[in-house]
Structure formats: structure tokens, C-alpha cells
């Protein structure tokens, strides 16, 4: 009669142990699985502090910090990530759909002007794009930007560039990422004039330093007006102004060494040693052309050497001082082989024949040429 209670009890009592034993598998399969998508967290948190991060990463890492802080089960912040993925897969395909559109646009706007090769060029990239990097683009631009005012190099292809990060990020949308910064997106509008000055547009050079200087952006910071006045005495000198750049820039040089700015106070410096080299006042030019050349040389900035050797060099020729002429173009040939500047090493060369010729070493010049 008794055995029938002592088998139920016998079977519960293996029933428990049999529960316990899956529960405790079950929990230390969580645990584990809690352990990974740590590590998993981990590895993301770092990834996240090496590149730039977008709106959704940043609001996503700020979840996983508050909810260690308030003691959430990692298996509980998993939940959030499918959500956290559906909305980035969202922006990410707004985003593109974005890009690729003005990217299209600026291609028709080139076709229309009857530039088959710069279209092109800008279709290729829209073909290879698999996603588009913000960071990577502007860095893209940035560089042809100073190839382009460095070595008179690539200068279409780096207008083309600038202006169509502008128009994408003048457009651009609530989520879409950063491109550059405020002083990144100055940098390549202060580019464009460079280029302007480059290929000669001077008319188009004086319109975007126009723009730039009654944005509000640049008249609230003294040194943004500053780097635009640089620009505009550069301009002024090339348009035998000279009265007004010697103001632009001798006002930024002020307010630059104030700032600790070598770069920019040395392109001061050059900008007005050649303002007075074409006004024939060889004694500032020379003091000017060798303060930067000083500050250019302690910074090993071999590309802006070239136009500073060059200018000296040329001051020593129109004063019939050859020796000191050769000196210097010997300097830019030099630099510009190792910089494979085809542009320096042009001009340097042919002006080092030219002073062979004048010594009448014949066979010297013909080596040059």
C-alpha cells in the first residue's frame, strides 16, 4: 500500500535533480553566452573610439555604458541589437541613395559644359563606390587639393572633388556624417581659391573670398579673417595691387604670429617678399623671401621651398649675381627631382641653362636642356 507513494517520491525526486541539472546547464550556457557578447561589446567599443563615429554608434554605445551602469543582463541589451541594426541599415540606404544622386547631378552638370574626361573621372568613382566614407573623401580631396597648389597638379580633378563634397554636405540630411568639420569645409573652400589662383580664374578667385568673407562663420573668428586676408593679398599681388596686399597681409601676419602659426606667417612672409620684388625693392624682398625660406626649412615643407628658391634664385639674376642665382636653382633642380616635380625641375633647368649660357659655357647649357 505504501509502495506506490515512495515511487511518486522516488520520480519526484529524480524529476528535481534532473531540473536542476538542466538549470544549471541552461545557466552557465547564458553565462557563456553573456561572456562572448561582452567580449563581442568590447571589441566594438574599441572599433568605435578608432573611427569616426555616426549618430546611431554613438546613441548605441551610450545604451550599452547606461545599461552596465543600472545592471541590464547582457542577454537583455542583445535584444536592442536587431532594432539598433534595422535603423542603421535604414540611414545607411538613405544615406547612399543621397550621395549617389548628387553625385549624378554633378556629372550631368559636367556633360552639359561639354567636359567628357572630368565626367568620366566622377562616373568611374560612382561605378567602384561600395559605400561612402565621409572621412575618406574629404582626406581624398584635401590631398588633391595640395597637390594641386603645391605641384600644379590634378587642379580639375580637385575642383571637381571640393565641389562635390560641398554640394553633398550643403544638402545633406539630419543623420548624414560629418564632412570634415566646420574648419575642414573652410580648408577646402579657402582650396578652391587656391585653385582659382592657380589656373589663373582671378575673377572666380575674388567671388569665393567674397563668399567667405561675409559668412558668419569666418567674420566671428579672427583667425578664419585672417586666412582669407592672406588669400586676398595673394590675389592683390598677382593684380599688381600692391598698396592693398601689402594691408591684407601684413594685418594677418599680425594676427597669425599672435597665433603661434608658423606656416601661415611664413606664406605671409612669401607673399610679400614678391610684393616687393615686383614693385623692384629687392632689399625687403630679400628679408621677406629669407624669413621664410628660414621658417620653411626648419619645418623640412620641401614643397613650399621650391617657390622660394625659385623667387630668390631670380632676384640674384635680374642683380646679375650668377653665383648665387645658380646656387638656388641648383637648390630647386635638386628638390624638385626629389619631390618628381616635372614643373619646378622645368623651370630650374631652364633657367640654370640660361646662366651657363651667359657665362658662355655652351656645353654646360646644352647639358641642361
Known amino acids: 500500500m505504501h509502495s506506490k507513494p515512495r515511487i511518486l517520491q522516488q520520480n519526484t525526486a529524480d524529476l528535481t535533480a534532473r531540473t536542476e541539472v538542466h538549470a544549471r546547464r541552461y545557466f552557465e550556457k547564458q553565462a557563456e553566452v553573456g561572456r562572448q557578447l561582452g567580449q563581442i561589446l568590447g571589441i566594438l567599443d574599441r572599433v568605435s573610439r578608432e573611427k569616426e563615429q555616426s549618430w546611431h554608434e554613438r546613441v548605441y554605445a551610450k545604451i550599452q555604458s547606461v545599461a552596465r551602469y543600472v545592471g541590464i543582463p547582457a542577454l537583455a541589451l542583445a535584444a536592442v541589437i536587431p532594432v539598433y541594426n534595422l535603423g542603421k541599415a535604414f540611414v545607411e540606404y538613405t544615406n547612399d541613395r543621397y550621395v549617389r544622386s548628387?553625385?549624378?547631378?554633378?556629372?550631368?552638370?559636367?556633360?552639359?559644359?561639354?567636359?567628357?574626361?572630368?565626367?568620366?573621372?566622377?562616373?568611374?568613382?560612382?561605378?567602384?563606390?561600395?559605400?561612402?566614407?565621409?572621412?575618406?573623401?574629404?582626406?581624398?580631396?584635401?590631398?588633391?587639393?595640395?597637390?594641386?597648389?603645391?605641384?600644379?597638379?590634378?587642379?580639375?580633378?580637385?575642383?571637381?572633388?571640393?565641389?562635390?563634397?560641398?554640394?553633398?554636405?550643403?544638402?545633406?540630411?539630419?543623420?548624414?556624417?560629418?564632412?570634415?568639420?566646420?574648419?575642414?569645409?573652410?580648408?577646402?573652400?579657402?582650396?578652391?581659391?587656391?585653385?582659382?589662383?592657380?589656373?589663373?580664374?582671378?575673377?572666380?578667385?575674388?567671388?569665393?573670398?567674397?563668399?567667405?568673407?561675409?559668412?558668419?562663420?569666418?567674420?566671428?573668428?579672427?583667425?578664419?579673417r585672417a586666412l582669407v586676408a592672406v588669400k586676398k593679398g595673394t590675389l592683390s599681388v598677382l593684380q599688381y595691387q600692391y598698396n592693398d596686399a601689402r594691408r591684407y597681409l601684413e594685418g594677418a601676419r599680425t594676427v597669425l604670429a599672435m597665433a603661434n602659426d608658423d606656416s601661415w606667417v611664413a606664406e605671409c612672409d612669401f607673399q610679400l617678399g614678391k610684393c616687393y620684388q615686383f614693385e623692384n625693392d629687392y632689399k625687403n624682398a630679400f628679408a621677406y623671401y629669407g624669413w621664410a625660406r628660414e621658417s620653411y626649412e626648419r619645418k623640412s615643407d620641401d614643397l613650399s621651398l621650391l617657390k622660394v628658391y625659385n623667387n630668390i634664385a631670380t632676384l640674384h639674376f635680374y642683380q646679375d649675381d650668377l653665383d648665387r642665382a645658380y646656387y638656388f636653382y641648383k637648390l630647386e633642380e635638386q628638390l624638385s627631382r626629389k619631390l618628381s616635380d616635372d614643373k619646378g625641375l622645368g623651370r630650374s633647368v631652364v633657367n640654370l641653362s640660361l646662366i651657363s649660357r651667359k657665362r658662355n659655357d655652351f656645353a654646360k647649357a646644352v647639358e641642361f636642356v
Do not use: C, W
Open 102 to 224: 548628387r553625385y549624378a547631378d554633378y556629372i550631368s552638370s559636367l556633360l552639359e559644359k561639354g567636359e567628357i574626361e572630368r565626367a568620366k573621372l566622377i562616373l568611374s568613382d560612382l561605378e567602384n563606390m561600395k559605400e561612402f566614407s565621409a572621412q575618406t573623401q574629404y582626406l581624398k580631396a584635401k590631398t588633391l587639393a595640395l597637390r594641386s597648389v603645391k605641384l600644379g597638379r590634378d587642379s580639375q580633378e580637385a575642383q571637381d572633388r571640393i565641389n562635390l563634397l560641398l554640394t553633398i554636405h550643403d544638402g545633406r540630411k539630419t543623420f548624414f556624417p560629418n564632412i570634415g568639420g566646420d574648419e575642414g569645409l573652410f580648408g577646402l573652400k579657402l582650396a578652391l581659391v587656391d585653385i582659382d589662383i592657380e589656373l589663373q580664374q582671378y575673377k572666380a578667385a575674388a567671388a569665393r573670398l567674397a563668399v567667405l568673407d561675409s559668412d558668419p562663420a569666418t567674420t566671428s573668428r579672427a583667425l578664419l
